[in-house]
């Protein structure tokens, strides 16, 4: 199976974008890439996922590079809410296997 | 209100007990999986299921077993719980709209020990 890496913490002042990348060099050409987060005390919630083309929806950018090895999950705007674990997961189109990976932790400063 | 249920939230247990942990969603999804979290490890796909009597490996399937017999409802069963199984288990529902899949939604979780 492919896997996906994350750096283990990232930090944002609060109004400002960030870029939260994921490593997916072992991706398989019919693997969507997936973006949750997890609230403290929470359950994971969706934010984002794509295949190829770059994405867009009310909380986040998805940014797929060409050969769809990385991925950037771009918050355009932090705010403190926006403070969680950020995980990178491939979706096995064929098996239907989510591969989570470890996650960014995500501290937005005020 | 859409949700996904599980219960018990909190359980703690001894080594070889058997137990179930309910799982339930009433948004009619077809994608029912069970995951677990442990520090450092991230999520960890257990089992999922793409539809009634339909149910898959995730990566650490050992020591688990599912059934799902009603399109609603994904129980997670433990035959013989081990104190390796001590962690925090969601379970998650999705509709499957074509092969992208879309949002999962996740319960709020059961924090097991197995003493």
């Known amino acids: 199976d492919a896997k996906t890496t994350q750096p283990n913490s990232m930090e944002s002042n609060e109004e400002e974008p960030v870029h939260l990348p994921c490593n997916h060099s072992?991706?398989?050409?019919?693997?969507?890439i997936h973006w949750y987060r997890q609230l403290p005390s929470q359950g994971p919630e969706y934010v984002i996922h794509g295949l190829t083309s770059n994405v867009n929806n009310r909380m986040a950018s998805l940014a797929i590079a060409e050969d769809r090895k990385s991925s950037t999950l771009i918050l355009h705007r932090a705010t403190l809410r926006d403070a969680a674990v950020y995980y990178c997961?491939?979706?096995?189109?064929?098996?239907?296997?989510?591969?989570f990976g470890t996650g960014t932790r995500l501290k937005v400063l005020a | 209100e859409a949700q996904v249920t599980q219960n018990p939230r909190y359980l703690i247990t001894v080594t070889g007990k058997k137990l179930t942990v309910t799982c339930s969603q009433n948004m009619n999804h077809e994608y029912m999986s069970w995951y677990r979290q442990d520090p450092g490890l991230g999520l960890r796909q257990i089992y999922y299921?793409?539809?009634?009597?339909?149910?898959d490996k995730g990566d650490v399937p050992e020591g688990y077993k599912v059934s799902r017999k009603e399109k609603r409802n994904f129980p997670l069963i433990l035959e013989s719980p081990s104190p390796n199984q001590t962690s925090l288990y969601f379970c998650?529902?999705?509709?499957?709209?074509?092969?992208?899949?879309?949002?999962?939604?996740f319960g709020p979780g059961t924090r097991l020990t197995v003493l």
């Open positions: 997961i491939l979706l096995s189109s064929g098996t239907y296997k989510y591969i």
């Open positions: 998650a529902s999705s509709p499957v709209k074509g092969v992208g899949f879309d949002t999962q939604y």
């Open positions: 072992t991706i398989s050409g019919t693997d969507y």
């Open positions: 299921s793409m539809n009634v009597e339909v149910t």
